[in-house]
């Protein structure tokens, strides 16, 4: 009701700001000589004026401008306006020449009775805004230099439009927190201009003089806020970064198209500080968010490994898409803990189970499965550390390989729609029992597919991730911290890297992408991850982000590969291929021939929980070997990675 008499508000608003228009043309154009026919009129001045502010009222309504609140004028309104005004005068010419020939109105207020209804309704709706985001507080010179001396400078940086829309939400939401000072951009042209009153200082590629120029000023900022993701700024470098944090400059950056389904409903997404990894990153992938919206949306999704780095994010992002039921699996009662502790307090409205389960306990995680019932579930459970894997084959082989098959076997039981492994560049051609064990993982989701009717099985690869525990990231930060010295194995090494926000959304994009179709065979993604990254030239970057220069302040020591180490990794076997299936994201075809059985795995399983980490190595690796079309093996009767 009150919404209803709202819009009403605004129908009259405007049906009198026409009439109004009207009225003054009128009386205007009464005030020039022979302005009006020589014949007396048959419609009096108020009955043209009702008139034309009926007319008004009706493209009001037929244009649903009820429905624009003043508070939000643009552009796109202004010609709305304008079209209306336009055929309000053009409707109401005809009906007055209907009525007596036009014989009482002024030609000159046919002109000037639209302008004037322009300029009113327009007017009005811009008054609204200007109070609305608080424009009119420049007419209060020591109000604004109050409150800017209370608030820190902010330096933005990224190109004018994104400029533009960051200070117009500020404006609306009256956020005090910073005072923009400066904009450096990354267009030449726009240097000199002027964005809401904000000035375009400089290019980035001159950073250094727009902060130099700043400082003469006294304007300083106390934190620089990137637009856009920093990765795709091009120009900056690791040591410029590095001097702005030890001059105490706070790095802050908006929310990525990742983080965004949260915050659906805040206009002012909150700022948070760049994390190192972020700043290393390649041009991160864009995620559908409707396709995948309408795949989890309404769901109960269980995942495992869930108080791990990608178990979290994985977590994090399905429980942004309004999920029906969040299971949070996990052996870790304190990673588990963690995450169940931060999914109440963010999403309380999310309904939500933690589960202390061991993959590896086939009963226990059958009744867990039957007891909640999902319809996807992630697999993000495993033993992802190589020297530590390699040292404990049997564990490895127990968690990654038998702990997979138990989770499909009890995905399948429970009746769930999808289930989605997590796998890792090292299943390529692996020389580490991690890899092996991995690579293991994916052939047992293709035979799972064989006997799965109303399940589907998909698999995802992908490389290092940066920031995730036990990644070089936050190993560098630690020994660059203690100051130095910085370990590498290798000053060749490379690897391929994505942000823990990158990795789950792959996960989801394989979801949604596995989802579609007529297709029954396991699937296995991988992310178009650009160039690998050389070790050394990420430790580098980092000391240098730290503010120190690598090798004068802290040293980088080579230590030697360790047992099952590669110098390179790759995203595709020998006998794989790959092909587009979305976008960033491929599809891997492989020519190998082996069905992994329950024989294999028990056989597998006996070895393992016998504890022999040689046999558990030697049996893995020949194992994998026929996986991979080295070796023959027995069965031969189903693909390991389905084409077509």
């Known amino acids: 009701m009150e919404r209803m008499a709202f819009r009403a508000q605004t129908v009259v608003a405007d049906v009198a700001l026409a009439a109004l228009a009207f009225a003054l043309a009128y009386i205007i154009a009464l005030a020039q000589p022979g302005s009006i026919p020589g014949l007396p009129p048959s419609l009096t001045f108020v009955q043209l004026t009702a008139l034309y502010g009926a007319v008004a009222g009706v493209f009001a309504l037929l244009f649903r401008r009820e429905l624009s609140p003043w508070r939000y004028v643009s552009i796109p309104d202004a010609l709305v306006l304008a079209r209306g005004a336009l055929l309000t005068v053009g409707v109401f010419l005809l009906a007055v020449f209907v009525l007596d020939r036009a014989r009482g109105v002024p030609r000159s207020a046919l002109f000037m009775a639209p302008l004037f209804q322009m300029v009113a309704s327009m007017g009005v709706r811009i008054a609204r805004r200007a109070l609305h985001e608080r424009a009119l507080d420049s007419f209060s010179p020591l109000k604004t230099v109050t409150d800017r001396a209370q608030a820190p400078t902010l330096l933005l940086i990224g190109p004018p439009s994104l400029a533009d829309t960051y200070l117009r939400d500020v404006a609306r939401s009256h956020d005090r927190t910073y005072t923009p000072v400066g904009i450096v951009t990354t267009e030449r042209r726009d240097v000199g201009q002027q964005v809401r009153g904000v000035c375009i200082l400089d290019t980035l590629d001159r950073l250094d003089e727009a902060l130099a120029e700043l400082r003469r000023w006294n304007r300083y900022p106390r934190a620089i806020l990137f637009l856009e993701e920093p990765a795709r700024l091009k120009g900056l470098t690791a040591d410029q970064l590095g001097r702005l944090k030890n001059d105490g400059i706070r790095l802050l950056r908006l929310p990525s198209i990742v983080e965004l389904p949260q915050h659906d409903s805040v206009t002012l997404l909150p700022m948070r500080d760049i994390n190192i990894e972020e700043l290393l990153a390649r041009d991160p992938i864009e995620l559908d968010r409707g396709a995948i919206g309408k795949l989890i949306r309404g769901r109960r999704v269980l995942i495992t490994g869930a108080g791990g780095s990608i178990g979290a994010e994985l977590c994090r992002q399905v429980a942004a898409f309004d999920c029906a039921h969040l299971t949070l699996l996990d052996?870790?009662?304190?990673?588990?803990?963690?995450?169940?502790?931060?999914?109440?307090?963010?999403?309380?409205?999310?309904?939500?189970?933690?589960?202390?389960?061991?993959?590896?306990?086939?009963?226990?995680?059958?009744?867990?499965?039957?007891?909640?019932?999902?319809?996807?579930v992630f697999h993000a459970a495993a033993l992802k550390h190589v020297s530590m894997v390699e040292q404990h084959p049997c564990e490895g082989v127990l968690t990654n390989v038998i702990g997979t098959w138990n989770v499909a076997e009890a995905s399948k039981a429970s009746g769930a729609g999808q289930m989605v492994l997590i796998s890792t560049d090292k299943a390529v051609d692996p020389t580490n029992v991690m890899g092996a064990t991995k690579r293991m993982a994916e052939a047992v989701i293709q035979a799972q597919q064989s006997g799965a009717k109303g399940t589907r099985f998909s698999a995802v690869r992908f490389g290092n991730v940066l920031g995730s525990a036990g990644s070089v990231v936050p190993i560098f930060k630690s020994q660059i911290e203690r100051g130095g010295p910085v370990t590498i194995t290798h000053p060749d090494m490379e690897r391929f890297f994505m942000t823990i926000p990158e990795a789950a959304q792959l996960v989801l994009h394989a979801v949604a992408t596995s989802a579609e179709g007529e297709r029954r065979g396991a699937r296995l993604f991988l992310l178009e991850m650009g160039e690998p990254v050389r070790i050394m030239d990420l430790?580098?970057?980092?000391?240098?982000?730290?503010?120190?220069?690598?090798?004068?302040?802290?040293?980088?020591?080579?230590?030697?590969?360790?047992?099952?180490?590669?110098?390179?990794?790759?995203?595709?076997?020998?006998?794989?291929?790959?092909?587009?299936?979305?976008?960033?994201?491929?599809?891997?075809?492989?020519?190998?021939?082996?069905?992994?059985?329950?024989?294999?795995?028990?056989?597998?399983?006996?070895?393992?929980?016998?504890?022999?980490?040689?046999?558990?190595?030697?049996?893995?690796?020949?194992?994998?070997?026929?996986?991979?079309?080295?070796?023959?093996?027995?069965?031969?009767?189903?693909?390991?990675?389905?084409?077509?």
Not at 358 to 368: E, F, G, H, I, K
């Open 539 to 644: 430790a580098r970057q980092m000391i240098a982000l730290s503010g120190r220069a690598p090798g004068r302040d802290i040293e980088i020591e080579i230590t030697g590969l360790r047992p099952g180490e590669k110098l390179t990794e790759a995203l595709l076997d020998e006998t794989e291929s790959s092909e587009p299936c979305a976008p960033k994201v491929l599809e891997v075809i492989s020519n190998s021939a082996l069905r992994v059985t329950d024989d294999h795995l028990k056989r597998l399983s006996e070895l393992a929980q016998g504890g022999d980490a040689d046999e558990v190595r030697t049996a893995l690796f020949e194992l994998v070997a026929q996986v991979r079309g080295e070796k023959p093996g027995a069965a031969p009767n189903l693909r390991v990675i389905a084409g077509g």
């Open 331 to 376: 052996i870790s009662e304190t990673a588990l803990f963690e995450i169940e502790r931060e999914m109440r307090e963010t999403f309380p409205h999310i309904p939500r189970k933690a589960v202390l389960c061991d993959v590896r306990v086939a009963s226990r995680l059958t009744a867990a499965f039957k007891a909640e019932k999902p319809d996807l």
